[in-house]
């Protein structure tokens, strides 16, 4: 009987060293490129779809674009609370990626069939025929399909990666930086062929042909997806963190009137099978929630809180307060993707409006200038990894600028990328007038540098609280940090679409139509600059204090738990 209990032992044993690590994250890298490969290619074309094929004006295309985003990025939330909850992480991203392909296949199907949208608009004419509200509806089906595979897809792919490592290690946290980097890296270069060769078929060939391309492709991420399955690490679900943050919030609501805890006995800390937080002295008002005013009353016989809606313990309660911790910092990111999410809509109507050519016949997609900031990003990533990788051999030490350097220095990116954005929608409207066209003279090649900005501030910004989110958060918060990513571009999306409601009602002739040379864009572009400058004195002097010290473990010492909870065994 022990003998079987040994091999039954050695067998588990065995079965867990063949799984996680970089024999599951090159499936996972592998099922992530097809995925955002496909989903790019609609993403990085939408506008020009939806202002050639349905006929929307500049700001109609805005608006559908931007909220469609928004919604894309909001829904993680819900996908998380399913990931963690009921479904977990494998099974949330095999759900979500079956969606996009039926989402896929809807626009598709859209693409091909001529009754599915409004006639076309005859080159010149001032009122274009518009879509039925059915034909809307079409439409918005496959969008809102592709909403349903994002929320379930993007709140666990990073997090279903990093469970492939030990992040309790230095060594596994070395890695999982590494991993983001290349999931970055590998998201570009997918963002490169969709807008390079995808979207040259849909612009120049065949929309139908275009939207099959990445309908393909998510069959082919399925399919590398499930053939990884016996190496990947699937952890069962825990139940949703979101309960518990609203444990915290209602319990010490419901003893706001105690005095805060000075003593870490009268606090609630019963054992855990797995690991948790230690006690921190950081926004002690929430400690309430997990003092024990009478235990006759809060406790059961084994030490267990009866009710946690009214007395919480101090994992919960710091889990809270992790999360409380970064938002300030998470906040500071939304104005960088405010500034980011510009080019996605308003520089390709800038494209549009602009000499494409390259030699007498070939003619550039519009779509194409966001291959800019992803080929920025790269070329820095490429050239930081090298820099950390021989630092590292020079001076034996992980070399690698610090997260408040990184974001300052996004933030400062999303300046420049508006301020030049401005200055050169100015340069193309003024030629484009002078000439008297549509089309202004200037080359598309001149808006280069506001898209290459735009990359810079991904790479230095949108990295870092990547990083924040995934590395100094608790793993049972993992899937909803990568929700709480995505929240911070759906909230980006939405306050760019009020802003642009905003501007094109009270200043007409900034927006409008689907003429740029009889509105004034730069003046928008500035607006947003301003408030991506004052972001910059909001970090700076507030913000950043909230980023976690580097020689503190995000994650809490298990040295430390556990004199915690013997301390607590003596008193």
Known sequence: MENGNLHSSLDASRKKETRGGWRAVRFILGNETFEKLASMSLIGNLVLYLHTMYNLDNVASAYVFQIWGGTTNFAPLAGAFLADTYLGRFYTL??????????????????????????????????CPQPLPWQLSFLYLGLGLIVIGAGGIRPCNISFGADQFDTNTEKGRAKLESFLNWWYFLFSVALVIALTIVVYVQTNVSWTLGFGIPTACFVFSISIFLLGHRYYICKAPQ?????????????????????????????????????????????????????????SVELDEDGKSKNEWRLCSVHQVEEFKCVVGIIPVWLAGIPCFM?????????????????????????????????????????????YEKYVEHMKKKTRSNKRFSMKTRIEIGIVMSVLCMVVAGILEKLRRDAAV????????????????????????????????????????PESLRTVAG????????????????????????????????????????????????????????????????????????????????????ELGRR
């Open 434 to 473: 002078e000439n008297k066209s549509f089309i202004s003279p200037l080359h598309v090649w001149v808006l280069i540098p506001e898209f290459a900005l735009s990359g810079l501030t991904e790479a230095f910004a949108a990295i870092a609280v990547m990083e924040l989110l995934t590395t100094h958060l």
């Open 239 to 295: 139940g949703s963190v979101f309960a518990d943050i609203a444990k915290v919030v209602v319990a010490t609501c419901r003893k706001r009137q105690i005095p805060k805890p000075t003593q870490f006995d009268q606090l609630h800390n019963p054992p855990m099978n797995s690991s948790k937080l230690a006690h921190t002295n950081r926004f002690l008002i929430f400690d309430k929630a997990a003092t024990v005013v009478d235990s």
């Open 483 to 566: 929700a709480i990513f995505f929240l911070s571009l759906s909230l980006a999306s939405y306050l760019s679409s009020v802003l642009t409601g905003i501007v094109s009602k009270v200043e007409r002739e900034w927006l409008g139509g689907n003429d740029l040379n009889k509105n004034r864009l730069d003046y928008f572009f500035y607006v947003v600059g301003v408030i991506a400058a004052l972001n910059f004195f909001y970090f700076r002097f507030f913000a950043g204090a909230f980023l976690p010290k580097p020689d503190v473990d995000p994650r809490q010492k298990a040295h430390q738990r556990q004199l915690e909870d013997a």
């Open 339 to 383: 500034s980011m999410q510009q080019m996605g809509s308003f520089g390709i109507l800038q494209a549009i409006q602009m000499n494409r050519f390259i030699g007498p016949h070939f003619q550039i997609p519009p779509a194409w200038m966001s291959l800019t900031p992803m080929i920025t990003l790269s070329i820095w990533i490429y050239i």
């Open 94 to 127: 095999l759900f979500g990626s079956i969606a996009s392909l039926l989402g896929m296949g809807v626009l598709t199907l859209g693409a091909g069939l001529p009754q599915m949208r409004p006639p076309p608009c005859i080159s010149g004419e001032s009122n």
